[in-house]
């Protein structure tokens, strides 16, 4: 079995930075893909961005390209998603998300098989 613990919800400036991590822990070796996933109040949740395991390949949301860039050293190491040049259209709870090799596209929140509790970020001007 699989947990998820996000760090790092809370406030931020319109146009400024903020960083949020997910750890990982139990049975990390059935993990091939981790995601983040927002969602904002009356909104569905949404993939902001993807990285795999064994490639460290990463994938954005078109909402984020550019703004918002996921890493993972290792396996092991706590997935960290760094966010510049936020909006107050990036307020949401921000949640991780782990999902095993095979499965739907990474923007499908089924696809992940195991979630984080969430983490609010609230972006103000």
């Known amino acids: 079995q699989v947990r998820l613990t996000e760090f790092g919800g809370g406030s931020a400036k319109s146009g400024g930075s903020h960083v949020l991590s997910c750890v990982a822990s139990?049975?990390?070796?059935?993990?091939?893909?981790m995601a983040w996933f927002r969602q904002a109040p009356g909104m569905e949740r949404e993939a902001v961005a993807g990285?795999?395991?064994?490639?460290?390949?990463?994938r954005y949301s078109d909402s984020v390209r550019g703004r918002f860039s996921i890493s993972q050293a290792n396996p092991q190491s706590p997935m960290v998603l760094q966010m510049n040049n936020l909006t107050a259209e990036d307020s949401a709870v921000y949640y991780c998300?782990?999902?095993?090799?095979?499965?739907?596209?990474?923007?499908?929140?089924?696809?992940?098989?195991?979630w984080g509790q969430g983490t609010q970020v609230t972006v103000s001007s």
């Open positions: 990285i795999w395991s064994d490639q460290r390949i990463a």
């Open positions: 998300a782990a999902g095993p090799r095979l499965g739907k596209p990474w923007t499908v929140a089924d696809r992940y098989n195991t």
């Open positions: 139990g049975e990390t070796a059935d993990i091939y893909i």
